[in-house]
């Protein structure tokens, strides 16, 4: 929703996030306390929140934030599982996207890992540009070990590598996933993916291979990273993630009646 220009109506988004808590996710990313003049569309993060009806989901809820602030204001919902930090491995991006260098995010993340464990939450690290990035800034999977090291010596549990603009090879992905899964047992890694819809198969099934089991994913593939400069490189469908995992003998676990009828929510929402 982040990246549309009307902004959405907080009933109406309460009631689309209430119907995706129906289906069995393991997670939802529902919303992020970040600045209102920077994310219009996230200004009434906390009041969507109030509107949630949790006591049927077994589904957990995350929520964005963009620095220390965003994290401790975060913190004072009970109903938050999950904080994420957009962590960038190019040094461009990750000014274009917080405004900080690297280093100052790496210091952020540091604070944010210490608020979450003392609050009992879980922050979930998102290596962004993750798989290459489009500004000639270094990137290689020497590098994104090297970042994996760090988080890891910050106690960071959860890390999602981010290919924010679709660049990503399912070689390169399974490489990735592979040597880092085997390195660091303890983290969960997880991918989240932009890609343009003929390539979301072979890259889901090249992360699979790897061992990831944590996928992101939106309905309908809305959303996507305005840097991609694609229309057609957007967030992976969910409806043809759950179609290639089912392919492989995954057993998914969602409800596909009430999937169904947020599916139709959804071509309303996003209209």
Do not use: W
């Amino acid at each position: 929703m982040q990246g549309l220009p009307q902004f959405i109506d907080t009933a109406i988004k309460a009631a689309y996030i209430n119907q995706l808590l129906q289906v069995g996710f393991d997670t939802i990313d529902f919303g992020s306390f970040v600045s209102p003049k920077a994310i219009p569309q996230m200004r009434d993060t906390a009041e969507v929140l109030d509107l949630l009806d949790l006591f049927d989901s077994k589904s957990k809820l995350l929520a964005i934030v963009a620095n220390t602030r965003g994290a401790e204001d975060a913190l004072h919902f009970q109903e938050i599982d999950y904080l994420g930090f957009p962590l960038s491995v190019s040094e461009t991006f990750q000014q274009r996207n917080t405004n900080k260098s690297i280093k100052e995010a790496l210091q952020t993340v540091e604070e944010i890992q210490n608020l979450a464990e003392v609050k009992g939450k879980v922050l979930v690290t998102y290596l962004s540009m993750g798989f290459g990035n489009p500004y000639g800034d270094p990137f290689s999977p020497d590098l994104i070990a090297g970042f994996v090291k760090q988080l890891d010596e910050l106690g960071v549990k959860i890390i999602s590598f981010s290919d924010t603009v679709g660049t990503a090879s399912p070689e390169l992905i399974t490489e990735l996933f592979e040597v880092n899964i085997q390195a660091y047992p303890k983290i969960e890694f997880g991918a989240h993916l932009h890609t343009r819809p003929e390539d979301l198969e072979s890259k889901i099934k090249a992360a699979m291979r790897a061992g990831c089991q944590r996928f992101d994913g939106a309905l309908k593939g809305y959303g996507g990273c305005p840097m991609a400069k694609d229309d057609l490189v957007g967030n992976v469908a969910t409806e043809s993630m759950i179609k290639v995992l089912e392919k492989c003998g995954q057993q998914t676990g969602l409800n596909m009646t009430e999937f169904n009828e947020a599916m139709k929510m959804a071509n309303v929402v996003f209209a």
